[in-house]
C-alpha cells in the first residue's frame, strides 16, 4: 500500500508541475509556479500524512498541523505577491536564457522540482514513520523549531514587503537592511532550511533510529544544497547585483548571505556607500 501510495503521489506531483507549467505559458507570470508548488507539496505531504497508516496518533496529528502550517503560508504569501507584479525576476532570467527552448526547458525544470518535492514529502514520510511512544523530548523540539521556523520566515517577508511599499523606498534602487534582513541577507531562505531540519528531529524521537530517521535528513540536506548553491541565492543575488549595483555589493560586505549573524564593518573599498536595501 505505501509504496502504491508514494507512486501516486509523485504521478501527482508531475502532473501539478505540468499544470504549473500551462499556467506560466498562458499568464507569463512565472509567480504562480510557485504558488502551484507549495500547494501540490503540501498536498502531497498531507496524503502521505493521513494514508500511509492505520491509526491517528499524535505524531500524525502534529504532522498534519505542520505541514498545512507551512502550505498554507507559503502558498499564500507568493500567491498575494504574484498577483501584484508581472513576473518572477528569477524564472524570467532563465527563460531568456532558454530563448527559443524555453518552453521545453522550463517543463523538464519543473519536473526537476516535482522530483524535490517529492524528497521532501519522503522525509516527512519518515518521521510519522517513527514507532517510538509520543510525546518525545525531540517531537516537542521538532514541532518548535518548525513553529518558530514558519513564523521567522513569514516575519521575514513581511518586512520585505513593508519595506518595498514604504513610501521612501518606492522608485528607489534601495536594498531591504530592516529586521531580520540586517542579519541575513536571505532570512527568508534560512527559515525555510529550518523549517525541514525539523522533520530528522521528529523521525528520531524516542532514539530509535531506522530508515525513516535517514529519509527525513533527505529534506534538510537537499533544501540547503537548493537554496545555497542551485536556484535560490545564486539567481537572486545576480538579479540584485544587476538591479542593485554597488548597494547590493555594499550589503553583501556586510551581511551573511544565510545564516543570521552580526553585521560586520565595510572594508576600505566599500567607500562611503551607505547600506541600501531590497
Avoid at 521556523?149 to 534601495?174: M, Y
Avoid at 531562505?189 to 530517521?213: D, K, T, V
Avoid at 545564516?259 to 531590497?278: H, M, Q, T, V, Y
Amino acid at each position: 500500500m505505501s509504496f502504491a501510495l508514494l507512486i501516486s503521489i509523485f504521478v501527482w506531483l508531475i502532473v501539478a508541475m505540468t499544470i504549473a507549467w500551462a499556467i506560466q505559458r498562458m499568464t507569463g507570470n512565472s509567480g504562480w509556479i510557485d504558488v502551484t508548488w507549495s500547494v501540490s507539496t503540501g498536498l502531497g505531504g498531507l496524503a502521505i500524512v493521513l494514508l500511509s497508516g492505520p491509526a491517528l496518533t499524535g505524531r500524525v496529528l502534529l504532522a498534519l498541523v505542520l505541514v498545512a502550517l507551512w502550505s498554507l503560508r507559503l502558498a499564500g504569501h507568493i500567491g498575494l505577491r504574484s498577483a501584484t507584479v508581472s513576473d518572477d525576476p528569477r524564472y524570467r532570467a532563465l527563460i531568456e536564457g532558454w530563448g527559443a527552448h524555453a518552453g521545453l526547458r522550463l517543463w523538464w525544470f519543473l519536473q526537476i522540482q516535482a522530483v524535490a518535492s517529492f524528497i521532501l514529502i519522503l522525509s516527512i514520510y519518515g518521521a510519522v514513520l517513527n514507532p517510538a511512544a509520543f510525546p518525545g523530548m525531540l517531537d516537542v523540539a521538532g514541532g518548535l523549531i518548525a513553529i518558530a521556523a514558519i513564523a521567522g520566515e513569514g516575519i521575514s517577508d513581511w518586512q520585505l514587503t513593508r519595506f518595498r511599499h514604504s513610501q521612501s523606498v518606492v522608485g528607489q534602487k534601495l536594498v531591504c537592511d530592516v529586521g531580520l534582513w540586517r542579519y541575513s541577507r536571505h532570512p527568508n531562505y534560512f527559515f525555510e532550511w529550518l523549517y525541514w531540519c525539523s522533520w530528522p528531529l521528529i523521525a528520531l524521537s524516542g532514539l530509535m533510529p531506522g530508515l525513516h530517521s535517514v529519509a527525513a535528513f533527505l529534506a534538510p540536506v537537499m533544501m540547503y544544497w537548493l537554496l545555497n548553491h542551485v536556484s535560490g541565492i545564486p539567481y537572486l543575488e545576480e538579479h540584485m547585483l544587476r538591479s542593485r549595483g554597488a548597494a547590493f555589493r555594499v550589503y553583501q560586505q556586510r551581511v551573511n548571505a544565510f545564516f543570521p549573524g552580526p553585521r560586520r564593518p565595510l572594508s576600505a573599498a566599500a567607500g562611503d556607500i551607505g547600506a541600501a536595501e531590497k
